[in-house]
């Protein structure tokens, strides 16, 4: 364990619904992520927050939308999303508020499929 | 735009062999460099990174990685593999001078060990 939770850990959808990821840390950090892992492609930075405010946003369609409460927690709101959105989602942590170069804390992943 | 290449995606090796997995990047100032590594059924986690100093850089398992600032290389690499090295391996580089929170990443290599 590192850490991190992640819920839900498998996640079907269709196009129509409405649901969300959630991402939890224990580990007192600074900074949160989303990222998206599909197979044989690097992953992709979704969204960064530090000290609960969104310091990256890297192009990521309206479908998908972030919210940071607080610290601990972070959301990724889904709707209308598309075949091609199916894949890992990974939320990890950090303990700084500003640096990359800070060891990322993963947690397992939600198993997206959209049909 | 910067990018991150891991030179194979699969790699099968005999137990007490020799590794070395590559990866280049393509950015031509000061970098932060990452291997990550991603068990199965586990989360990703850190395996080494290299700030500054010597080049050389050690991690946990018996890995090590040399950053070659001439070649834009970062190879992992580790004399005499164990079985329980079998795992997916991610590179990762962190720009300065681009977005702090920025790591670009490589697209893995799957590492199978026969024993």
């Known amino acids: 364990e590192t850490g991190v939770t992640q819920t839900p850990r498998h996640l079907v959808m269709g196009m129509t619904n409405k649901k969300s990821l959630k991402c939890e840390q224990h580990?007192?950090?600074?900074?949160m992520y989303w990222y998206k892992q599909s197979a044989k492609k690097p992953l992709e930075l979704m969204f960064v927050?530090?000290?609960?405010?969104?310091?990256e946003n890297n192009s990521v369609p309206s479908r998908f939308s972030p919210e940071c409460p607080n610290s601990s927690h972070l959301f990724l709101h889904l709707h209308t999303l598309q075949p091609e959105d199916s894949a890992l989602y990974l939320c990890?942590?950090?303990?700084?508020?500003?640096?990359?170069?800070?060891?990322?804390?993963f947690g397992p992943g939600t198993r997206l499929t959209v049909l | 735009a910067q990018s991150v290449s891991q030179h194979n995606h699969h790699v099968i090796l005999s137990e007490a062999a020799s590794l070395e997995l590559g990866c280049n990047y393509s950015y031509g100032g000061t970098v932060n460099l990452f291997w990550y590594v991603q068990y199965p059924g586990q989360h990703l986690q850190l395996l080494l990174k290299?700030?500054?100093?010597d080049p050389l850089v050690k991690g946990i398992k018996g890995f090590e990685a040399e950053f070659i600032k001439s070649k834009f290389s970062f190879n992992l690499r580790k004399p005499s593999v164990q079985w329980s090295d079998t795992a997916e391996y991610f590179c990762?580089?962190?720009?300065?001078?681009?977005?702090?929170?920025?790591?670009?990443w490589g697209a893995g290599t799957k590492l199978i060990i026969k024993p």
């Open positions: 927050y530090s000290l609960e405010e969104r310091v």
């Open positions: 290299y700030f500054s100093g």
């Open positions: 580990l007192g950090h600074n900074a």
């Open positions: 990890a942590s950090s303990q700084g508020s500003s640096r990359a170069a800070d060891t990322q804390y």
């Open positions: 990762a580089v962190n720009a300065h001078g681009d977005s702090n929170y920025q790591l670009i």
